[in-house]
């Protein structure tokens, strides 16, 4: 029995490899970097973490996908819908792993400035460079 799942998820990175292991047996296949993007990403808020023993920001997945889900990843950043599979991890445990993608969209990154926020050491924004 297979359950799976679809996802909106934004790629960051795709590479594809093909290398002989230790043994010399041939290892193909394609990493991609990837965020889950649900709601149109507005599960990514701006995150502010002061105490540098506690971590801040979104952690990437890493995923191997088959040597030929490099072609369905010409563009990154960008949306794709990930199909994901329910399997077994190595400690017995469900895990949900992305099995496929197909191309949604582009995305776009905007910087944007706080009036207000300071962080030490940061470096003050030309207001008049952004209009160019």
Same mark, same amino acid.
């Given at each position: 029995? #297979? !359950?799976?799942?679809?996802?909106?998820?934004?790629?960051?990175?795709?590479?594809?490899?093909?290398?002989?292991?230790?043994? %010399?047996?041939?290892?193909?296949?394609?990493?991609?970097?990837?965020?889950?993007?649900?709601?149109?990403?507005?599960?990514?808020?701006?995150?502010?973490?002061?105490?540098?023993? /506690?971590?801040?920001?979104?952690?990437?997945? /890493?995923?191997?996908? =088959? !040597?030929?889900?490099?072609? /369905?990843?010409?563009?990154?950043?960008?949306?794709? #819908?990930?199909? !994901?599979?329910?399997?077994?991890?190595?400690? %017995?445990?469900?895990?949900?792993?992305?099995?496929?993608?197909?191309?949604?969209?582009?995305?776009?990154?905007? #910087?944007?400035?706080?009036?207000? !926020?300071?962080?030490?050491?940061?470096?003050?924004?030309? =207001? #008049?460079?952004?209009? /160019?």
């Amino acid at each position: 029995m #297979e !359950f799976s799942n679809k996802v909106d998820v934004l790629v960051l990175f795709a590479n594809a490899y093909d290398m002989k292991d230790d043994s %010399g047996a041939r290892v193909q296949g394609t990493t991609v970097h990837y965020l889950f993007w649900a709601d149109q990403g507005s599960a990514f808020s701006r995150q502010t973490e002061f105490d540098n023993s /506690k971590p801040v920001g979104y952690q990437r997945a /890493k995923v191997s996908l =088959p !040597f030929d889900a490099r072609n /369905k990843i010409p563009v990154a950043p960008a949306i794709y #819908e990930g199909t !994901f599979s329910m399997t077994v991890g190595s400690d %017995g445990k469900p895990v949900m792993k992305l099995v496929d993608v197909a191309y949604k969209c582009n995305v776009d990154f905007k #910087e944007s400035v706080n009036p207000g !926020f300071v962080v030490p050491g940061m470096v003050q924004a030309d =207001p #008049e460079s952004k209009k /160019k």
